[in-house]
């Protein structure tokens, strides 16, 4: 089928006559609108459309308004073709010698144009004047093959640099896991149509981009902001986001790709890559908003002693907000990453640093906390306006940009990996589920089909990843017991020895890198000290380790010659060949059972190839029995979809403490045990008991066993 | 003590930094033969770039080094340890060098202090009332000078005249015992029972006129 992409044009009115005339003939590729932004040799070069499909190879789409000259359009001609082809050619698997392997033709709309073209010029413009001659001219180009298809795709989308910078030369045994990465990181990459989308389309408004972990959502905003910037060079635009390690990376990648795509670096004095707070040191969002309005800037320690514990920022820029009536626009364009971090004021204050235009460009890994309702709707977070209307809405037409993208396919983990992490996040195989979905349409956004049908509460029902969303080739490299295992031991010790020869094979048989391998313990908050023993056991070995944590540059997450040891805080965002999970068993039970299956998912999906769970004891077994249920239903979910009712409950059971909460709970929990106790001593008797209390006792307890 | 000793006794004292959580990151410790016939015990991969840092601000020595791991030890907030040892071809102790160097960059912790203050680990490095300083301990008897330039001194805050007299070499565990119970307190009283590494001693190489002035001294 042929996918539409659709980037800004201001020749939107020929749009609908190319979109018509390519309708209904069987084409199986991609036509992108307003896209690539090419620099030719003197200045920037808007192709207005390119069409790259099995049938036809590159076709570059002129359109042409008004009654332009014949020199005109036969210069376009030449100096789109010339610069595509260049590129094209620029790639060693595209090219013959000097010749392309794959065709490079033209097609150009013009139906005001008053002459007539005849001989080589004719074949080369393709000049086109009506829906008809669209379609005509489409038959003709239609003699392609179809090979290379997706090599050209991934050079049109700038994505060749990004192989891995070093080349795994070392590796000499055909079967090893070194080989199999050396494989997979072979592989071609091309933007599937969600991506292309996310990339090009633009919206004069708010967009949302959702993205599932290891769906590409940092590549994909990166090259975003490239697109946006060599399309509009004298915008302004922003970008923050929370986690530090990601301002180098967008940096690198954003430069890459605007490097790749124009010839030229970025001007980094256009796009801002900067935190969301700031101070007097470096720039911010809040900080800059209160510069240019005249708002009390508090830093953070001031904003703690002002507004006490809780989210500072939120505080922060509710004042800022409430306290200034107009602001003055900076930016043409916000794009903020890890949106759901924020809270909602901070989006609200985003919002008024914008033109009328009101660009913002949101992203975020809702799907990586496994709860829908930790993103606040637009019409929560922007309210409504003075009719009554939300102030922003993400629905589209279908000929529109798409305000709402979300990117279903996980390119990171193979599938037994990231269905295993869905039933362990969820609860799914648990006695009892822990938190699901409140729109259940969510599960097929993501990726996952409805074997049973439309998903309806109270039923049952069975989902499972296709593999257009879970690509086979990241699972077929290995058996399942070696994609994936769970191992329980008996100590601590035990476990550590475990995972320290595993290690050393690794690095001595395997052919892996240290920096293909990444421990991952449960509790940020012990980290450091419970993978001491670990690392000082690797170190007897002469086996280097590194702990991902505070540093004057903390981007840096993985180095050469160590292994990299982190808590889950750390590990977001990243990922590695070869992961290990420790003391999974802190997740398995207990208070704030939601976020402690969070960390569990967030640390399962950080893997590209493979994943070792481990833990201690019996909490650690219950959670192998999970993985193994899932496993003999062949990775599918299977469960019964529970009511509102019940996700209120399971939302209130398995919610986040605070202290003080976990406080009173606890003492509670105690006085409970004490009336039992002295019930049974004999110390009081039930009679003794006035009579409302033991009534009430009575529902409760009867109303339980109904449940 | 002999290199051998010092190689063996530095390399208990990084295994129970890292075994404790101090260390975030680290070099192996090797023993080599070097020009000359000398011997030094000093870090893997040291490079000379001590004159190419010697103008640069606190905060540039600190980046570059960082950037090119030139540290035996990098602690959980960024100190940098270095320990080197060089001895003669007979094992006699010619000079060493200890150097803590705290981080100059201390926003993370002050930004995102949640994340750090449960762990006693952590407890002075979130005081915000705290300026770090640089410590380094040097033996360096051939330059010495009564007084002036005391065979084992302490330098404080990379003052270039700063020479306090200590009354001898140190040891690894003497060194690390310093910098760990001085400002690492809070975790390192809670571990201390598990730091069971004796420290070691060298031979007084302090005069009598230094005595006579404030000076380090272990008995």
């Known amino acids: 089928m042929l996918n539409i992409i659709r980037g800004s044009t201001n020749k939107s ?16 590729g991609f036509l992108f609108i307003g896209y690539p932004v090419i620099s030719g040799p003197s200045q920037k070069i808007d192709i207005d459309a390119l069409l790259i499909t099995k049938q036809t190879g590159v076709v570059i789409v002129q359109l042409i308004e008004g009654a332009v000259d014949e020199d005109v359009v036969v210069r376009g001609v030449m100096n789109t073709t010339n610069v595509i082809k260049s590129k094209l050619l620029a790639f060693p698997d595209l ?34 004047k ?6 005509n001219r489409i038959q003709e180009l239609s003699t392609y093959t179809g090979g290379l298809f997706e090599e050209a795709l991934s050079v049109i989308q700038t994505l060749t640099k990004l192989r891995q910078d070093k080349p795994r030369n070392y590796v000499t045994k055909v079967n090893s896991r070194g080989a199999i990465l050396k494989d997979l990181e072979g592989k071609i990459s091309t ?13 004069n408004g708010v967009q949302r981009i959702r993205g599932l972990a290891g769906s590409g959502k940092t590549i994909v905003l990166a090259r975003k902001i490239a697109y946006l910037h060599a399309k509009n060079p004298n915008w302004k635009i922003a970008v923050t986001f929370n986690t530090r390690s990601l301002k180098s990376q967008f940096r690198r990648l954003i430069s890459l790709f605007c490097l790749e795509q124009s010839g030229s670096e970025p001007d980094f004095e256009r796009i801002k890559i900067i935190q969301a707070w700031g101070s007097t040191s470096s720039e911010g969002i809040y900080y800059n908003a209160c510069l240019s309005s005249n708002g009390k800037y508090y830093d953070f320690n001031s904003a703690k002693y002002r507004f ?25 364009l916000i794009l903020i990453d ?23 460009v949101y992203a975020y890994d809702e799907l990586q906390t496994l709860n829908d309702n930790s993103m606040a709707t637009p019409s929560n977070i922007w309210g409504q306006d003075e009719n009554g209307r939300d102030r922003v809405s993400l629905e589209s037409l279908p000929w529109e940009p798409k305000k709402d993208i979300i990117l279903n396919v996980c390119y990171r983990n193979p599938k037994p990996i990231l269905a295993t992490a869905h039933a362990l996040g969820f609860g799914i195989y648990r006695s009892e589920l822990i938190q699901m979905f409140d729109y259940a349409p969510l599960w097929e956004e993501i990726g996952y089909k409805s074997i049973l049908g439309e998903i309806v509460e109270g039923e049952p029902v069975r989902l499972t990843r296709t593999p257009e969303t879970s690509p086979t080739f990241l699972e077929d490299h290995s058996d399942i017991d070696d994609l994936i295992n769970f191992n329980t031991f008996p100590s601590s010790e035990a476990q550590a020895s475990w995972i320290v020869s595993e290690i050393e094979k690794n690095l001595n048989e395997d052919e892996l890198r240290p920096s293909d391998i990444m421990v991952i313990h449960s509790d940020p908050r012990t980290t450091r000290t419970a993978v001491g023993e670990i690392r000082d056991m690797l170190m007897q070995k002469g086996i280097k380790s590194d702990i991902a944590g505070v540093t004057a540059s903390p981007d840096v997450f993985t180095s050469d010659d160590s292994i990299t040891f982190t808590s889950i805080y750390r590990a977001k965002g990243n990922e590695a060949a070869m992961v290990y999970v420790v003391n999974a068993e802190l997740c398995s039970e207990g208070f704030g059972l939601s976020t402690k299956r969070n960390i569990l998912f967030t640390a399962m999906t950080r893997t590209k190839a493979w994943l070792r769970v481990c833990g201690i004891g019996a909490a650690m077994d219950s959670l192998k029995k999970e993985f193994t249920t899932a496993k003999d239903n062949k990775f599918s979910l299977e469960f019964i979809y529970p009511t509102e009712d019940q996700r209120k409950r399971m939302r209130v059971v398995n919610r986040d403490m605070s202290e003080l909460e976990k406080t009173t709970r606890k003492n509670v929990k105690q006085n409970a045990k004490n009336l039992v106790a002295a019930l049974t001593s004999g110390e009081i008797t039930l009679d003794e008991l006035d009579e409302e209390t033991t009534q009430q006792l009575q529902l409760i307890f009867s109303s339980k066993n109904k449940l | 003590m002999l290199p051998n000793a010092v190689k063996v006794e530095l390399d208990k004292v990084v295994s129970l930094l890292i075994k404790h959580g101090f260390a975030d990151s680290y070099n192996f410790t090797s023993v080599r033969r070097i020009a000359g016939g000398d011997i030094a015990v000093e870090y893997d991969g040291k490079e000379d770039i001590s004159i190419a840092l010697k103008d640069l601000s606190y905060s540039d020595s600190y980046t570059e080094l960082l950037k090119r791991k030139q540290y035996t030890l990098k602690l959980l907030d960024g100190a940098i340890i270095q320990l080197m040892y060089r001895f003669d071809s007979n094992c006699g102790l010619l000079k060493h060098r200890l150097c803590f160097m705290p981080s100059p960059f201390n926003d993370e912790f002050q930004n995102e202090p949640e994340l750090y203050l449960d762990d006693a680990i952590y407890a002075e490095v979130v005081d915000r009332r705290i300026l770090p300083v640089a410590i380094r301990f040097d ?33 690894p565990s003497a060194f690390i015992e310093f910098i760990l119970r001085s400002f690492y307190n809070t975790a390192f009283v809670d571990t201390v029972s598990l730091f069971d590494i004796a420290i070691s001693k060298f031979e007084n190489t302090i005069t009598d006129d230094e005595r006579g002035r404030l000076h380090f001294s272990m008995y």
């Open chain 1, 338 to 360: 890890e949106a759901q971090d924020f809270a909602e004021e901070f989006l609200r204050l985003a919002y008024e640093q914008l033109d009328s235009n009101k660009r913002l």
């Open chain 1, 13 to 28: 009115a020929l749009v609908p006559l190319m979109t018509e005339g390519l309708d209904g003939q069987g084409l199986d």
């Open chain 2, 139 to 171: 033996f360096d008897p051939k330059n010495a000078v009564n007084v002036h330039h005391p065979h084992s001194h302490v330098t404080m805050g990379q003052y270039k005249n700063c020479r306090i007299p200590v009354n001898s070499p140190l040891s």
């Open chain 1, 191 to 203: 933007l599937d149509v969600c991506q292309s989308q996310a990339v090009i389309e633009t919206v």
């Open chain 1, 130 to 135: 009506s829906r008809e001659d669209v379609a």
């Open chain 1, 308 to 332: 006490g514990s809780g989210d500072s920022l939120k505080f922060v820029c509710k004042e800022l907000l409430e306290t200034v009536e107009k602001f003055k626009p900076l930016y043409d």
């Open chain 1, 95 to 128: 090219a013959d010698w000097d010749e392309l392997k794959i065709p490079v033709r033209s097609l150009s709309i013009g139906p005001a144009i008053n002459f007539n073209l005849s001989g080589v010029a004719a074949d080369r413009v393709g000049l086109c």
